[in-house]
């Protein structure tokens, strides 16, 4: 509602200044998180299109969110063409924390095609960008996240653990309750074969978040997330999945937050046995 009351104090100034690209930007990726993808992309071609001749940087992050929304909704190589792009932005303005983020996206979507190694090495480049410009908590989240999920992907049960855990440590560190959520509903994917009452518990603290946040699941998503919640039913008792959901609603996201950690934990562990 924010966003919307600003974009119509904007308009109502007739050609908005440049400063408006971070609203629009912002803005976009909220609607992206909220599942309003046509409407997101809108709003960021209108960041990309204010910026163009006056602001670089926010041309650069405008096709990086582009990339994003085309991801959420499976248009990989609309994704790809979006990332390359912005990275090259970004690089041409030698701009490394922008830089690291595309990388970070660039990883996802490796990940999200099957391509494991170059998603690893995407995530190893990452990571070995430790200039003081590109330590941004969230997105070194993301990447440990995104690695977790080429781990659980290939089977690595104990090293998907770690990375999660690393992950969740770090968002729930800042109070960055958008990632926690995405972290949430992994680690329930991660231990449903292996504990099924937790993952259910952590699944059903992820869907309340959900709700509190408004954040809907990506379409890319939907599919994990489907098995999940079909094995889950498999391995419990319908009374017992629905106690172990319910319990998981009743915790507010630090809660939440800790229960998985601890599950990770125990995942670690077992697979280091």
Do not use: K
Request: proline content about 3%; some cysteine; glycine content about 8%.
């Amino acid at each position: 509602r924010l966003f919307e009351e600003t974009l119509e104090v904007l308009h109502d100034m007739g050609e908005p200044p440049p400063s408006a690209t971070i609203i629009f930007d912002s803005y976009s990726r909220l609607l992206c998180v909220q599942g309003r993808y046509a409407l997101a992309r809108e709003v960021a071609q209108m960041c990309q299109e204010l910026s163009r001749d006056a602001n670089h940087w926010a041309t650069a992050a405008a096709l990086v969110t582009l990339g994003q929304i085309a991801l959420a909704q499976g248009e990989l190589d609309e994704a790809e063409a979006r990332y390359l792009d912005g990275m090259a932005r970004f690089e041409a303005q030698g701009a490394p924390g922008g830089a690291a983020f595309a990388t970070v996206g660039i990883a996802n979507l490796h990940r999200a095609r099957g391509a494991y190694a170059e998603a690893r090495a995407a995530i190893a480049r990452y990571l070995a960008m430790d200039d003081a410009e590109t330590v941004n908590e969230a997105v070194r989240a993301r990447a440990y996240r995104h690695l977790g999920d080429v781990e659980r992907a290939q089977g690595n049960q104990a090293a998907a653990a770690e990375a999660y855990h690393t992950s969740l440590q770090l968002v729930s560190g800042i109070a960055y309750v958008v990632e926690v959520l995405e972290c949430l509903e992994r680690v329930g994917w991660l231990t449903t074969s292996t504990a099924p009452a937790a993952a259910a518990t952590i699944l059903g603290a992820a869907a309340r978040l959900r709700r509190q946040t408004g954040m809907a699941l990506a379409p890319i998503d939907q599919p994990a997330h489907e098995l999940a919640l079909h094995e889950l039913r498999g391995c419990l008792p319908e009374l017992l999945f629905r106690q172990s959901w319910n319990a998981g609603e009743a915790l507010d996201w630090p809660e939440a937050s800790a229960v998985a950690r601890d599950e990770l934990l125990r995942a670690m562990g077992d697979g280091e046995a």
